[in-house]
Nanobody, 123 residues
């Protein structure tokens, strides 16, 4: 069983940066693929970024490539999402996720979800 707790969301202006953190419980967390999804009001939850447990493979949605960076620290059981050049269209609840499939680009491949953290970007 893996529990995921996100933090780091908030209200920022366009062009600002934020770093989200996802703290995971469980001794085998580094065996899981981790990912970030987001859900804007009235929209489907969508894939943002995914990172392998140990090999360092990374995948991004086209909409965030070059602006967002996913990373993980297995010693701290934590996954990060560095978000730069934020835009109003990035406003959403951001969810941390974990699973065993690579890459996790769809909700059906997620085994564990966090509770979400709100990111709001004003124009």
């Amino acid at each position: 069983q893996v529990q995921l707790v996100e933090s780091g969301g908030g209200l920022v202006q366009g062009g600002d940066s934020l770093r989200l953190s996802c703290a995971a419980s469980g001794p085998t967390f580094n065996r899981y693929v981790s990912a970030w999804f987001r859900q804007a009001p009235g929209k489907e939850r969508e894939f943002v970024a995914s990172i392998m447990g140990q090999d360092g493979l990374i995948d991004y949605a086209d909409s965030v490539k070059g602006r967002f960076t996913i990373s993980r620290d297995n010693a701290k059981n934590t996954v990060y999402l560095q978000m730069n050049s934020l835009q109003p269209e990035d406003t959403a609840v951001y969810y941390c996720a974990a699973g065993t499939r690579w890459p996790i680009t769809e909700q059906q491949f997620v085994t564990y979800w966090g509770q979400g953290t709100q990111v709001t970007v004003s124009s």
